[in-house]
T-cell receptor, first 119, second 114 residues
Framework: SAVISQKPSRDICQRGTSLTIQCQVD?????MFWYRQQPGQSLTLIAT?????????ESGFVIDKFPISRPNLTFSTLTVSNMSPEDSSIYLC????????????????FGPGTRLLVL | DAKTTQPNSMESNEEEPVHLPCNHS???????IHWYRQLPSQGPEYVIH???SNVNNRMASLAIAEDRKSSTLILHRATLRDAAVYYC???????????????FGKGTKLSVKP
């Protein structure tokens, strides 16, 4: 069964609007990571989300543009705000196995991604 | 995390072995070598990882040079399903457990011909 599920799987949005992406994990995890993968490119880390504290953003990503919520140990949301065509990407949620259900704590698991197209 | 260098693309024939190289000349003593792959339209998935000794699992083998400055991911019999982008990533063991995250380079796009 899947470790991580994401909603929506894909969406087409208009410029200037916002989209919230949900990430659900099948076990409690300490940290959740949000990545972006632009067309034809590799993955870039946006931020790390810990439950009960503010997310930590990587260089080039800001909270106003990509606000993140982490209400509990199995769930997180990423919002892409005031979208432009440059935000068209795949957004992926990721966690470590943490030794749960036989999964290695060294292994990073990824959701299927949310494919976003901004017109 | 130290940087890795991989060929942009490689081709293989189905049912033949594939050797995917990775150079990491600035690797530190506490860096683990991880390999992930990303199948088309999917998120990345773990393949294998190691520190110094060669490693085998049901998916692949990892051969690590004695000086640890390079490694090779070996797929013993490539199938069409193995067509993917393969990422070689170094991760500092100091972070351990569930701390830290993987930093992805451009990877090697493997094509498998029938």
């Amino acid at each position: 069964s899947a470790v991580i599920s994401q909603k929506p799987s894909r969406d087409i949005c208009q410029r200037g609007t916002s989209l919230t992406i949900q990430c659900q994990v099948d076990s409690q995890v300490t940290m959740m990571f949000w990545y972006r993968q632009q067309p034809g490119q590799s993955l870039t880390l946006i931020a790390t989300a810990n439950q009960g504290s503010e997310a930590t953003y990587e260089s080039g990503f800001v909270i106003d543009k990509f606000p993140i919520s982490r209400p509990n140990l199995t769930f997180s949301t990423l919002t892409v705000s005031n979208m432009s065509p440059e935000d068209s990407s795949i957004y992926l949620c990721s966690v470590f196995g943490q030794g749960v259900r036989g999964r290695s704590q060294e292994t990073q698991y990824f959701g299927p991604g949310t494919r976003l197209l901004v017109l | 995390d130290a940087k890795t260098t991989q060929p942009n693309s490689m081709e293989s024939n189905e049912e033949e072995p594939v050797h995917l190289p990775c150079n990491h000349s600035t690797i530190s003593g506490t860096d683990y070598i991880h390999w992930y792959r990303q199948l088309p339209s999917q998120g990345p998935e773990y393949v294998i990882h190691g520190l110094t000794s060669n490693v085998n699992n049901r998916m692949a083998s990892l051969a690590i040079a004695e000086d640890r400055k390079s490694s090779t991911l070996i797929l013993h019999r490539a199938t069409l399903r193995d067509a993917a982008v393969y990422y070689c990533i170094l991760r500092d063991r100091v972070y351990g457990g569930s701390q830290g995250n993987l930093i992805f380079g451009k990877g090697t796009k493997l094509s498998v011909k029938p």
